[in-house]
């Protein structure tokens, strides 16, 4: 198969286990984003991936070929690291045919080459500049360009844009994504920002205590969250404990109509994004509740509600202000198309 | 911290201990010297003030010009060895745990406490025929008799190498401690072995580094006098031997003095050329 495949994944740190048993997949010309709180065995992936670091059990494959115990430097890799690791003593053109250089290209080829992707990263006409002559996002573009002089078989980054600052950031990410499609080059980026998995990969991948807990598109990854840990660090979102017997549903001690668990299940954690919380006035099937805030963000707001010392957040646009005020009594209505039901 | 200048005499009081400090214990002497070199020698030891250049003059004969030429090669000879050993050692040495690295430094740093009587007659037993590491050899079987190896050139520079080596590793230490692990793994990354890796990154990026370590290396072994003459046959002998030898021996304070001011002039200009040629490299 072309691509990338992970099979059965651990890597261990003494006692420590940084990443277990992960299985994944990549197929060949794909963004994968690893997302996932700092120490959840992201980075130690990536690396291994990049052969900087040894699985201590398990098997990497690249294009079908075993590459678990392949030198780094025989790997055909372009790497961004989070530091980005430009050289100090060389030029942005010489950190830019350093990949050519190693493997003894001709002169003219790494000229040529250097040009090339120098107007790729919009930076044409800054090759015999000194890097620590750079701004942050300039040298962000010098390391892509470096990662990908050699036209790599995989494409990898470790945090690429954390040392950006927030504008800078988006804009790049927005770059990245569309400079990936038009290479169709296989990559691999480690993040803990979910807006920048969402805005660049085609699959998430959310880890968390080393193992993988959902690989999925942005928007399944969003719609569809495999459990509450997932549901809470892919976005905001509201988790209520539901219980069900004999055909009624009863959340915090309220019964509750037009919400159904599946058949077998008698206990679970309901996910309910802010977004999909319609407040209503108080009515029987309804969650009572008493409003305590009101944030007003402009383009948003946020209307806090107390049900049964649970707080739930509803999140409204402008066109759709709720008409209540602090300390209203309102309602919430539940539809089963609303809430994503985790299982325990 | 915004620096301001010094505005009145006062701001530079505190200049002024370290200043008196220079000048009674550096200048002053070095003053004396530079003028005891133009003084003219009496005999039976003692000199009278007076402005001769034969002290000098004596000195650019060739006996002595040969002496200050195998001097000078001997030091770089020696900073060449200890710079090409101490740079992958170090920089290995910061790669390990830092426990390693404790026991490390603080072996080195004992053999630092060593005085350079004890290395040089350390090694000169270990370079002899009864009790040298020949004997070790023999047992093994690559020699077939135990042989003395000294008094020769290549025991001096064992024994120098041996002694400014720890020197070289604890300057060394600091730079490659603070150098961005990650570079070398991006090298890695991008297709250097970890050998090319080391030449082609690690190398360059501590150039400054290294040439002020050949510097002090070159300088600190253009001092030596003793292991030349523990380890050496006579024309082994340094600019310093025949230095201490005129001014304690033949008791000719002038002659001893105009050679070692034309030592201090003669390393300056070394030093100052290899400077330049630093700076040059690094603006190119």
């Given at each position: 198969m072309s691509g990338l495949s992970i099979k059965d994944v651990t890597k261990q740190f003494g006692d420590f286990k940084a990443v277990r048993n992960v299985e994944l997949t990549v197929p060949h010309g794909t963004f994968v984003c690893l997302l996932g709180p700092s120490g959840c065995g992201k980075t130690t992936l990536l690396r291994m991936i990049a052969g900087l670091d040894l699985p201590t059990s398990g098997a990497i494959e690249l294009d079908g070929?075993?590459?678990?115990?392949t030198p780094t430097h025989q790997r055909d890799l372009g790497v961004v690291f989070q530091s980005l690791a430009l050289f100090p003593h060389l030029t942005v053109g010489e950190n830019i045919a350093y990949p050519l250089r190693i493997r003894r290209r001709s002169k003219e080829e790494q000229k040529k080459r250097v040009d090339e992707l120098l107007s790729m990263v919009h930076l044409r006409g800054y090759a015999d500049r000194p890097v620590s002559k750079l701004s942050g996002g300039q040298?962000?573009?010098?390391?892509?360009?470096r990662a990908l002089s050699i036209s790599p078989k995989l494409f990898l980054l470790d945090e690429p844009l954390s040392a950006l600052d927030a504008k800078l950031r988006e804009a790049m990410q927005v770059e990245l994504r569309q400079l990936q499609q038009r290479l169709g080059i296989t990559t691999i980026v480690v993040t803990h920002d979910q807006r920048?998995?969402?805005?660049?990969?085609?699959?998430?991948?959310?880890?968390n205590g080393g193992e993988i807990r959902q690989a999925a598109s942005p928007i399944e990854i969003y719609r569809q969250p495999a459990d509450s840990f997932v549901a809470d660090f892919i976005g905001q979102t509201n988790l209520i404990e539901v219980e069900a017997s004999g055909g009624k549903t009863t959340i915090l001690g309220q019964p509750v109509a037009g919400l159904k668990l599946p058949a077998n299940l008698t206990k679970a954690t309901l996910s309910i994004r802010p977004e999909d919380v319609h407040l209503t006035a108080p009515r029987d099937g309804a969650l009572a509740g008493t409003v305590t805030f009101l944030r007003d963000l402009g383009g948003t707001i946020e209307t806090f509600v107390d049900v049964a010392g649970r707080q739930i957040v509803a999140v409204s646009t402008p066109r759709e202000r709720p008409n209540v005020s602090v300390g209203d009594k309102v309602g919430i209505s539940l539809t089963d198309k609303d809430c994503v039901v985790l299982k325990k | 911290m915004r620096r301001e200048k010094p505005q009145t005499i006062a701001d530079y009081a505190p200049l002024l201990f370290p200043a008196t400090m220079l000048i009674v214990f550096f200048v002053l002497p070095f003053g004396t010297m530079i003028a005891v070199s133009f003084f003219k020698r009496m005999q039976g030891g003692f000199y009278t003030?007076?402005?001769v250049f034969e002290n000098y003059a004596r000195f650019l004969s060739m006996f002595f010009a040969g002496v200050l030429g195998f001097s000078l090669m001997l030091a770089i000879v020696v900073a060449i060895c200890c710079v090409v050993l101490a740079l992958p050692f170090t920089y290995l040495l910061t790669r390990m745990t830092?426990?390693?690295?404790?026991?490390?430094?603080?072996?080195?740093l004992s053999v630092l406490s060593l005085s350079e009587v004890i290395i040089g007659f350390a090694w000169s037993t270990l370079f002899s025929r009864t009790a040298g590491i020949t004997n070790l050899f023999v047992t093994l079987g690559i020699m077939q008799h135990a042989k003395a190896l000294t008094p020769?050139?290549?025991?001096?520079?064992?024994?120098?190498?041996?002694?400014?080596?720890?020197?070289t590793v604890l300057v060394l230490y600091p730079a490659l401690v603070r150098l961005d692990p990650t570079l070398t793994e991006a090298a890695r990354t991008l297709g250097a072995s970890p050998l090319r890796a080391f030449f082609t990154v690690v190398v360059p990026s501590l150039r400054s580094t290294i040439i002020a370590t050949l510097i002090m290396v070159?300088?600190?072994a253009l001092g030596s006098y003793l292991l030349p003459q523990l380890l050496g046959r006579p024309q082994h002998w340094t600019l310093s031997v025949l230095i201490t030898d005129q001014a304690i021996y033949q008791s000719n304070?002038?002659?001893?003095?105009?050679?070692?001011?034309?030592l201090v002039l003669v390393t300056l200009a070394l030093v100052a050329s290899t400077v330049l040629l630093g700076r040059k490299g690094e603006a190119a």
């Amino acid at each position: 198969m072309s691509g990338l495949s992970i099979k059965d994944v651990t890597k261990q740190f003494g006692d420590f286990k940084a990443v277990r048993n992960v299985e994944l997949t990549v197929p060949h010309g794909t963004f994968v984003c690893l997302l996932g709180p700092s120490g959840c065995g992201k980075t130690t992936l990536l690396r291994m991936i990049a052969g900087l670091d040894l699985p201590t059990s398990g098997a990497i494959e690249l294009d079908g070929k075993d590459i678990t115990n392949t030198p780094t430097h025989q790997r055909d890799l372009g790497v961004v690291f989070q530091s980005l690791a430009l050289f100090p003593h060389l030029t942005v053109g010489e950190n830019i045919a350093y990949p050519l250089r190693i493997r003894r290209r001709s002169k003219e080829e790494q000229k040529k080459r250097v040009d090339e992707l120098l107007s790729m990263v919009h930076l044409r006409g800054y090759a015999d500049r000194p890097v620590s002559k750079l701004s942050g996002g300039q040298r962000q573009r010098v390391a892509i360009a470096r990662a990908l002089s050699i036209s790599p078989k995989l494409f990898l980054l470790d945090e690429p844009l954390s040392a950006l600052d927030a504008k800078l950031r988006e804009a790049m990410q927005v770059e990245l994504r569309q400079l990936q499609q038009r290479l169709g080059i296989t990559t691999i980026v480690v993040t803990h920002d979910q807006r920048e998995a969402m805005t660049m990969a085609d699959t998430v991948v959310v880890m968390n205590g080393g193992e993988i807990r959902q690989a999925a598109s942005p928007i399944e990854i969003y719609r569809q969250p495999a459990d509450s840990f997932v549901a809470d660090f892919i976005g905001q979102t509201n988790l209520i404990e539901v219980e069900a017997s004999g055909g009624k549903t009863t959340i915090l001690g309220q019964p509750v109509a037009g919400l159904k668990l599946p058949a077998n299940l008698t206990k679970a954690t309901l996910s309910i994004r802010p977004e999909d919380v319609h407040l209503t006035a108080p009515r029987d099937g309804a969650l009572a509740g008493t409003v305590t805030f009101l944030r007003d963000l402009g383009g948003t707001i946020e209307t806090f509600v107390d049900v049964a010392g649970r707080q739930i957040v509803a999140v409204s646009t402008p066109r759709e202000r709720p008409n209540v005020s602090v300390g209203d009594k309102v309602g919430i209505s539940l539809t089963d198309k609303d809430c994503v039901v985790l299982k325990k | 911290m915004r620096r301001e200048k010094p505005q009145t005499i006062a701001d530079y009081a505190p200049l002024l201990f370290p200043a008196t400090m220079l000048i009674v214990f550096f200048v002053l002497p070095f003053g004396t010297m530079i003028a005891v070199s133009f003084f003219k020698r009496m005999q039976g030891g003692f000199y009278t003030p007076d402005f001769v250049f034969e002290n000098y003059a004596r000195f650019l004969s060739m006996f002595f010009a040969g002496v200050l030429g195998f001097s000078l090669m001997l030091a770089i000879v020696v900073a060449i060895c200890c710079v090409v050993l101490a740079l992958p050692f170090t920089y290995l040495l910061t790669r390990m745990t830092r426990r390693a690295q404790i026991a490390w430094l603080v072996a080195l740093l004992s053999v630092l406490s060593l005085s350079e009587v004890i290395i040089g007659f350390a090694w000169s037993t270990l370079f002899s025929r009864t009790a040298g590491i020949t004997n070790l050899f023999v047992t093994l079987g690559i020699m077939q008799h135990a042989k003395a190896l000294t008094p020769s050139f290549g025991a001096v520079l064992m024994g120098m190498v041996y002694q400014a080596f720890p020197y070289t590793v604890l300057v060394l230490y600091p730079a490659l401690v603070r150098l961005d692990p990650t570079l070398t793994e991006a090298a890695r990354t991008l297709g250097a072995s970890p050998l090319r890796a080391f030449f082609t990154v690690v190398v360059p990026s501590l150039r400054s580094t290294i040439i002020a370590t050949l510097i002090m290396v070159f300088i600190f072994a253009l001092g030596s006098y003793l292991l030349p003459q523990l380890l050496g046959r006579p024309q082994h002998w340094t600019l310093s031997v025949l230095i201490t030898d005129q001014a304690i021996y033949q008791s000719n304070m002038p002659f001893a003095a105009a050679m070692a001011v034309f030592l201090v002039l003669v390393t300056l200009a070394l030093v100052a050329s290899t400077v330049l040629l630093g700076r040059k490299g690094e603006a190119a």
